[in-house]
């Protein structure tokens, strides 16, 4: 029988996501002394609906996985059905009324991403117009300048009607798909004779000129952009993607140090950076303004304790923009340290599923997908959530399956399906 | 539904692990190339970050959740009402031990239970998960609550409960039948009580009406005492200003003896009332208008003006005078100063207001009747009425048994105390004394009525009061909003509150 071992996964996965949500509708239920403010709820069958829903959509899924591509990764659906289960749970906490809207954008994602697991083309294909990718990424990351819409000093937004999208979500994406074919191309001449500066290798300046060219293009937009987690993203992926394919520590510490010299220089530059810097190091004296979102955190996460005080028992409704940059906090008042350890675990299941994948076969355009994709997603959570937990900074960007919000379902969706092409075993 | 509740989320928790394991548990197959160093650097790069983010959330899930600038801000974490059960919370006691606030189960609930109910809702205030918490129960909040243990140790109850036994009972000084007492005398008219003793400052009664019953917090009804006009939320005796009328002539008088003012002095007091030099407004005593054909109170001396209340005469006297000196001293008897009873905000009274010492006569002559932008509130007059009652030493008040009493302040020159304590015994032990309906067998009492006008209609009328007048171990000063003359509606009051006092062994103690 094709695929057991994701159908069991899978099977607990949205087993714990219906639990999760059912816990949520009777704590709520339960809870007779509410917050009077707490907004419209859904009753218990709204709730049930959903969830079957949810259910469907992944069943549905998974049956053309084993109809389909019956030899591709079989970890990743059921760890991506588990972080939107346990997103969806949040969420009902939070915002019952976004979770509805958050079961219509899965039923989007998860048709875009039957769609290219199932019939999209081969990954070799793309790999063949990398250099259109990266004009992609770049075009993707300008749009928002041209036609974007500011929120909280950060342009990343456009507006299309009713929807905002996030291009620079997408852009991510075909990054990844650039370097990797690029890298796949290129890859083994960055490797073989590097110059050597002391200890440190230095590839051929010719060889690396349209990556830098790349990079300076990407800071410049990023500093444009204003966003540092968008930015610290995209250093992070490339960096890991040039040292997966050249097995060389120098790209890792090079990446390390322009990352740190372009964050300083944003620092230096934008009083919109300077004052989440400010509010990393210091929130406590800005309570009432720009330190509220972090420390309505803290007292999240503090709250939590070990094992949080139960799913739809939390208050972390007081944290502004709770259901997209903070619910990661959330879930740490609801499950405690103890369920926090499980979702990152989680995405740290999804980076070792990548970079497995991009282990089998080293230094071609699909290993380096995969392990791109794997990375990024993992990256994008470690970020946000080393973030409100004030590791480093606090950069507004998504958790992914679990936050709230249409393009990061879709294009997290979107890179999950290309992880999967990409990690399919020859025949 | 409460165990549910907890097992639940011990449930889901296992639930959670248990995936994880089952995704994590993932066997390399036998013949698979092993994994290369470079992957293997960046797998505990990788690792590395998630662990530090992991062990971060913990160190401050732990660690700095009980650190100082957290506490600080902890006013801002709307958890801070839920996290504090009050089936934690201590109880609360009056001076005599007997029960103002305990917590009781309550259909499986722990709830707070105030005894008195409405008669001390305005000292105990409220405690609810919505509504916040007002009175002593937010004033005192950092005495009563009890903090949990860490959260690794809350897993078991038994040991918290060993770790923590049943907190002591926080002690007031408040005295519950006084306090049951003044509430009951006043009635549901709106108005204040202030008792106290005047050597400790101890608070043995503070009422305010009208008033809510804090067991009975709900959205309805909260809702409800917001808008009602009488404003049952408010506390009168703390946050009411109001003018002080009569009971300011005994600041006035020590203010004139503490100059070269010739206390023989003698001036006329009668029918057509005092004119204020460049004025055409007569000021006039209220016996003027209330009896027809009255024919004035004929020259009065300092002891006999004070017995009657004689307005025309302290307008005389006031602008002999001039503002300075009585300003001077209001302000050393406390007139502005703003007690704090108990803790941080709630319990904190307003300060008086007092108006420049560059006055024109007209005004200084209305000031030294407590009229013209002169306010106080009810625990300020009896501040400073138990100043008087102690011979000049001020000491400020308290709310708690185990506050420290402050060193006494001797604010007025003690001859001149002892000569305004007997002048304070002449309204109620004089012939045509005001305050005669304070008089009480075998113990002397002193006191001043005062009806002060205001623009929202009648007289505001006001009492203060104190007993034994030797060796004062009772002051008491009532206040009822527009209860018209002092002598009618306030000094039953306080005669009531007297009696009670004298029942509970007050007035005795001192003999």
């Known amino acids: 029988m094709p695929r057991r071992t994701e159908r069991a996964l899978l099977g607990s996965a949205l087993g714990l996501s219906l639990a999760g949500a059912v816990l949520v509708a009777v704590a709520r239920g339960a809870d007779l002394l509410a917050l009077p403010t707490g907004g419209p709820t859904l009753t218990f069958y ?29 970890y990743v659906l059921p760890v991506a059905a588990a972080l939107t ?69 950060a342009r990343l937004w456009i507006r299309l009607g009713s929807f905002t999208l996030q291009p620079g979500e997408l852009a991510k994406i075909a990054l990844v798909l650039f370097l990797a074919g690029y890298l796949a191309e290129k890859g083994e001449l960055l490797a073989a004779e590097p110059r050597r500066l002391g200890s440190v290798a230095i590839p051929d300046p010719q060889l690396l000129l349209p990556l830098l ?19 610290l993203l995209f250093f992070g992926t490339a960096v890991v993607m040039l040292y997966l394919a050249t097995a060389q520590l120098g790209w890792l510490a090079l990446g390390g140090v322009s990352f740190a010299g372009g964050a300083w220089v944003c620092g230096q530059l934008f009083g919109h950076v300077r004052a989440r810097l400010a509010n990393w190091v210091d929130p406590w004296p800005k309570i009432e303004t720009t330190g509220f979102q972090p420390i309505q955190g803290m007292f999240a996460i503090a709250a939590g304790g070990l094992g949080g005080v139960g799913l739809g028992q939390g208050l972390a409704r007081s944290i502004p923009a709770a259901t997209t940059d903070y619910p990661f906090a959330a879930l740490c008042e609801e499950l405690g340290l103890w369920g926090a350890g499980v979702l990152l675990a989680l995405y740290l299941i999804l980076v070792y599923r990548g970079l497995h994948h991009g ?69 | 539904m409460e165990a549910f509740l907890a097992a639940q989320r011990l449930i889901f928790l296992a639930l959670l692990g248990w995936f994880v394991s089952r995704v994590v548990v993932v066997r390399r197959p036998a013949g698979a190339p092993p994994v290369p160093r470079s992957l293997r650097w960046l797998r505990s790069a990788v690792v590395g970050g998630f662990l530090a983010t992991f062990l971060w959330q913990a160190w401050w899930t732990f660690e700095r959740a009980h650190s100082a600038p957290y506490r600080a801000a902890e006013r801002y974490d709307s958890r ?23 917590t009781v189960r309550f259909g499986g609930q722990a709830v707070r239970r105030y005894e008195l109910g409405p008669a001390a809702a305005h000292v105990s205030g409220y ?20 903090w949990r243990q860490p959260a690794w140790e809350q897993l078991s109850e038994a040991a918290q409960q060993a770790a923590n036994p049943q907190p002591l009972p926080l002690a007031l000084t408040i005295d519950r039948a006084l306090q049951q007492a003044a509430a009951t005398a006043l009635g549901s008219r709106r108005g204040a009580v202030v008792v106290l003793n005047p050597a400790a400052g101890d608070l043995l009664a503070l009422v305010s009406s009208p008033c809510y019953d804090p067991n009975l917090v709900d959205a309805a009804r909260y809702r409800q005492w917001q808008a009602d006009p009488d404003r049952p939320l408010l506390n009168r005796a703390l946050a009411g200003l109001y003018p002080p009328g009569s009971t300011f002539k005994p600041v006035v008088a020590a203010a004139a003896l503490a100059t070269t003012w010739d206390p023989a002095t003698r001036y006329e007091s009668g029918p057509a009332g005092y004119l204020p030099p460049f004025e055409r407004q007569r000021i006039r005593d209220h016996e003027a208008g209330e009896r027809a054909g009255w024919r004035g109170h004929g020259p009065l001396d300092l002891r006999q003006a004070m017995a009657c209340s004689a307005n025309t005469w302290f307008a005389a006297l006031g602008v002999a005078l001039g503002p300075a000196p009585i300003v001077r001293t209001a302000q050393a008897l406390g007139w502005q100063e703003r007690w704090r009873l108990a803790g941080r905000a709630d319990l904190v009274a307003l300060p008086g207001r007092l108006p420049s010492d560059r006055l024109r006569p007209g005004d200084t002559a209305r000031l030294a009747i407590g009229q013209h932008e002169l306010l106080i509130t009810p625990l300020g007059l009896a501040q400073v009425a138990a100043t008087l009652a102690n011979y000049g030493r001020q000491v400020p008040p308290r709310l708690l048994l185990d506050q420290p009493v402050p060193a006494p302040r001797q604010v007025l020159e003690a001859g001149l105390a002892t000569r305004l304590n007997s002048l304070l015994q002449a309204p109620v032990a004089d012939r045509g004394g005001t305050a005669r309906g304070l008089r009480l067998p075998g113990v002397a009492v002193a006191g001043k009525t005062g009806s002060a006008q205001n623009p929202h209609g009648r007289a505001h009328a006001w ?10 171990t009772v002051v008491v000063v009532v206040l009822v909003e527009q209860g018209g003359s002092g002598s009618a509606a306030a000094v039953p009051v306080a005669r009531a509150v007297l009696l009670a006092a004298r029942q509970a062994g007050y007035l005795e103690a001192a003999r």
């Open chain 1, 46 to 74: 709204q709730v049930l609906g959903v969830q079957l829903q949810v259910a469907a959509a992944f069943g549905l899924c998974h049956a053309l996985l084993a109809w389909r591509r019956p030899r591709v990764d079989q």
């Open chain 1, 85 to 153: 289960g346990l997103g969806l749970a949040i969420i009902f906490s939070l915002q019952p009324e976004q979770a509805a809207r958050q079961v219509t954008w899965l039923w989007l994602s998860l048709a875009l991403f039957a769609a290219v697991v199932g019939w999209g083309p081969e990954p070799a294909l793309l790999g063949r117009y990398k250099y259109l990718l990266g004009l992609l990424t770049a075009a993707l990351l300008l749009l928002p300048i041209l036609v974007g819409t500011e929120v909280n000093g």
């Open chain 1, 213 to 231: 060219l790349l990079w300076a293009a990407g800071l410049a937009l990023l500093v444009l952009l204003r966003d540092l987690g968008t930015a």
């Open chain 1, 359 to 427: 282990l089998r076969q080293p230094g071609r355009f699909e290993a380096l997908t995969a392990a791109g994709l794997g990375c990024l997603l993992g990256f994008q959570a470690l970020v946000i959530c080393a973030g409100v937990v004030r590791l480093i900074p606090l950069t507004g960007i998504t958790l992914p399956f679990v936050s709230y919000g249409g393009s990061s379902l879709l294009t997290n969706y979107l890179a999950l399906a290309l992880l999967l092409r990409c990690s399919e075993e020859p025949r």
């Open chain 2, 80 to 102: 801070t009402w839920r996290l504090r059960d009050p089936s934690d919370r201590r109880a609360v006691v009056d001076r005599w031990g007997r029960p103002l606030i305990r």
């Open chain 2, 127 to 146: 405690f609810h998960r919505l509504y916040g918490r007002a009175g002593l129960e937010e004033a005192c909040d950092d005495r009563l609550a009890t």
């Open chain 2, 463 to 472: 009492v203060l009061a104190y007993a034994p007048a030797e060796r004062a």
